[in-house]
């Protein structure tokens, strides 16, 4: 069994290892997939998103950040979601996720209210894709429809996570090399960064900047000075790496305000100021974006659902719980 695995997670591995262009076998996901199986799974999901985020607003962004974490990694198949095991290094501990992904137990709340209705039918992966839908449309956002049918997988990988998820640190060039590798545009890619209208970063993922960018001992130059001032005062060298920021001016809504910052040199992320200060593939489409939040709305929904198809056919399962593969007791 440890073989049989080991010789899986190494010839995935050897598969991706260079993050080739892949063709996606995502053709059977479908809407409606649930229809006949689990007709109120949509109005469940979107009922236990609805209640979490009344008890705190940044869950939409904490549970839309799962699909992309999920679906980079080997596919958008539940592998963000698997605890770690004795046998098994997971996802949630490798570098872009630790101390920074949250929001499982919303995942679990979901898993529940839907095992209770569908015992066995809805698997993890598409809660994640239904979840993320939602938290975008009741934080003021675009809706779109959802394609489903993905099996959950049977083990995740930290080595993959820890190769594949770019740094806050990443610039223009190399986020279009990567997205390209998963065939997203740089439209695609901006419109999914325009994700970051939602939610909160760490000191941590920008202290380099504020202080010493590239290892210049100077703070980026394409920092608003009075901007760059609140977040010295919110992250001063040397202070507690945990605290927050809203990645926007309002961190709450989902709106283009994200590109108005970043035309005006207020990106929170140095991955998110280099699609305007780095980039003229990037740049035209951030300027468009800052004028024109439809055509912003139209384009996110479009990348999110080509994200969602990200996705390889291989032996999975539905899991009962989406921290655990079916038939092993938790923390075995
Ligand atoms: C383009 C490459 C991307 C990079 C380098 C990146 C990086 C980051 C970083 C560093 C954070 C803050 C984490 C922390 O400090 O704890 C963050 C937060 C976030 N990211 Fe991204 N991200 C990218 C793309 C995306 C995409 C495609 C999505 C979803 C479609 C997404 C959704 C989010 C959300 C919603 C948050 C806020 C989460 C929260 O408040 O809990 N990001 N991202
Ligand atoms: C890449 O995207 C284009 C346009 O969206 C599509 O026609 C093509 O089939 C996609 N290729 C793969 C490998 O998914
Ligand atoms: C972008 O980052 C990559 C990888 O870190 C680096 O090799 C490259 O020189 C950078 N490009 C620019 C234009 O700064
Ligand atoms: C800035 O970064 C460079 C290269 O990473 C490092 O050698 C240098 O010590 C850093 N300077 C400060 C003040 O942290
Ligand atoms: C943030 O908090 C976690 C858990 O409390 C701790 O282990 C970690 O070292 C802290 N990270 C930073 C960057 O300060």
């Not at 809706?143 to 083990?155: A, C, I, N, P, Y």
């Amino acid at each position: 069994m440890t073989l049989f695995f080991h010789s899986l997670l190494l010839s995935l591995s050897l598969f991706l290892s260079s993050v080739p262009k892949f063709a996606v076998a995502s053709g059977q996901l479908r809407k409606g997939y649930y229809s006949e199986t689990c007709p109120e799974a949509e109005d469940v999901v979107r009922q236990v998103m609805r209640t979490a985020m009344a008890r705190e607003a940044r869950h939409a962004a904490s549970v839309m950040r799962l699909q992309f974490h999920d679906c980079f990694v080997n596919g958008c198949d539940g592998s963000i979601l698997l605890d770690d095991t004795p046998g098994m290094l997971g996802e949630k501990l490798a570098l872009s996720n630790i101390n920074s992904l949250r929001s499982f137990e919303v995942v679990d709340a979901i898993k529940e209210a839907l095992e209770l209705r569908c015992p066995g039918v809805v698997s993890c992966a598409d809660i994640i894709i239904m979840a993320s839908r939602d938290a975008v449309a009741l934080s003021g956002g675009p809706t779109w429809d959802v394609k489903l049918g993905r099996e959950d997988s049977l083990f995740a990988s930290q080595a993959d996570a820890d190769r594949i998820m770019p740094s806050p640190r990443a610039n223009a060039s190399f986020l279009l090399s990567l997205f390209d590798q998963y065939n997203l545009s740089a439209t695609d890619l901006v419109a999914l960064s325009g994700s970051h209208s939602i939610g909160d970063g760490r000191c941590f993922s920008i202290v380099f900047r504020l202080y010493n960018q590239s290892g210049s001992g100077r703070p980026d130059p394409h920092l608003d000075p009075e901007f760059r001032a609140k977040l010295d005062t919110l992250c001063p060298r040397g202070g507690d790496g945990n605290v927050t920021g809203g990645l926007d001016a309002t961190p709450a809504r989902f709106d283009n305000q994200y590109f108005r910052d970043l035309v005006r040199l207020r990106g929170f992320l140095n991955s998110d100021q280099t699609l305007f200060s780095d980039d003229e593939r990037t740049r035209e489409v951030v300027r468009r974006y800052a004028e024109d939040e439809r055509a912003f709305f139209d384009a996110f929904a479009q990348g999110m659902v080509k994200m969602g198809d990200i996705y390889f056919y291989r032996k999975g399962e539905i899991r009962k719980n989406c921290r655990i593969v079916n038939g092993r007791s938790a923390g075995i």
